[in-house]
């Protein structure tokens, strides 16, 4: 079972784990810009950079998806999508308060595909039901080859260790 830790008490994570060397499920996520489906995972001929966040509504997430748009800007082939279970209105609202341009901001509250097929949903604490923050990147051919779990979910992630991991 894999866990986290909200501010130091470990959580669990449900789902179905993916690790590196894994396919990268395909899932259908729906875009903060119109309510449109997005598919993130699987092979799609790019590098895909998946973030994966609590809520876009506390600092840490807030700060994590504006740094994320700062380093992508530059990426070439790649796709860098931001999950979350925030509402897509209120996902779009950040975006466009904050200038967030380079990222597809998608939610993942329909039916929570996403967080049990990545294995990223938080169980028994107060935190129970939404995601923890994680990244994984993927291969043009849909293979996972880099995966973070942040440790405590309170801090960051390792950006330059995610942003090596697709240039």
């Given at each position: 079972?894999a866990?986290?830790?909200?501010?130091g008490t470990?959580?669990?994570?449900?789902?179905?784990?993916v690790?590196?060397?894994?396919?990268?499920?395909?899932v259908?996520?729906?875009?903060?810009?119109?309510?449109g489906d997005v598919?993130v995972?699987g092979?799609?001929?790019k590098?895909?950079?998946i973030i994966?966040?609590?809520?876009?509504?506390?600092g840490v997430?807030a700060?994590?998806t504006?740094?994320?748009?700062?380093?992508?800007?530059?990426?070439?082939?790649v796709?860098?999508?931001?999950?979350s279970?925030?509402?897509?209105?209120?996902?779009?609202?950040?975006?466009?308060?904050?200038?967030?341009?380079?990222l597809?901001?998608t939610?993942?509250?329909?039916?929570?595909d996403?967080a049990?097929a990545?294995?990223?949903?938080?169980?028994?604490s107060?935190?129970a039901?939404?995601?923890?923050?994680?990244?994984?990147?993927?291969?043009?051919?849909?293979v996972?080859?880099?995966?973070?779990?942040?440790?405590e979910?309170?801090?960051e992630p390792?950006?330059?260790?995610?942003i090596?991991?697709?240039?």
């Open positions: 079972m866990t986290t830790k909200f501010k470990d959580v669990e994570l449900l789902g179905n784990e690790n590196v060397g894994d396919k990268a499920p395909a259908t996520v729906v875009n903060s810009d119109g309510l598919v995972g092979a799609n001929g590098k895909q950079l994966v966040v609590p809520s876009l509504d506390t997430c700060t994590e504006r740094n994320f748009n700062q380093k992508v800007s530059g990426l070439n082939g796709t860098a999508t931001i999950v279970l925030d509402l897509p209105f209120a996902s779009g609202r950040f975006c466009q308060a904050e200038g967030i341009n380079d597809v901001v939610s993942d509250f329909r039916n929570k996403f049990n990545y294995g990223v949903l938080l169980g028994g107060v935190l039901g939404v995601t923890c923050r994680a990244i994984f990147a993927v291969n043009e051919e849909g996972v080859t880099y995966k973070e779990i942040v440790p979910i309170t801090e390792n950006y330059d260790a995610a090596a991991a697709v240039s």
